[in-house]
């Protein structure tokens, strides 16, 4: 069973950024997709960002351009990288591993918060 453990949260103003970064208890190389959600209060959890061991990457087209994700493959590290925070960005962030490539996301870490605000 994977453990994943977000850090990097916090309270950014708009316009700003923020880095979230996500540990990995194995080899990050043997999950065949990683992620980012969200979920923001009174709303249903998305998808932020998606990267798969092939490099292959996909955004929510409200973060496309803003945010980008990537990953450390000797530090077992995943990353979020957020520039340009809007308040609509303000929610819980969740990192994922869908890790046969199955469409089932089976392993969630317990999530940072990131807000938004002036």
């Known amino acids: 069973q994977v453990h994943l453990v977000e850090s990097g949260g916090g309270l950014v103003q708009p316009g700003g950024s923020l880095r979230l970064s996500c540990t990995v208890s194995?080899?990050?190389?043997?999950?065949?997709?990683m992620g980012w959600y969200r979920q923001a209060p009174g709303k249903q959890r998305e998808m932020v960002a998606r990267?798969?061991?092939?490099?292959?990457?996909r955004y929510l087209d409200s973060v496309q351009g803003r945010f980008t994700i990537y990953r450390d493959n000797e530090k077992n590290i995943l990353y979020l990288q957020m520039n340009m925070l809007k308040p609509e960005d303000t929610a819980v962030y969740y990192c994922?591993?869908?890790?046969?490539?199955?469409?089932?996301?089976?392993?969630w870490g317990r999530g940072t918060q990131v807000t938004v605000s002036s």
């Open positions: 994922a591993a869908d890790p046969n490539g199955t469409h089932r996301w089976n392993a």
């Open positions: 194995g080899r990050i190389l043997d999950l065949s997709v």
């Open positions: 990267l798969t061991v092939g490099e292959t990457t």
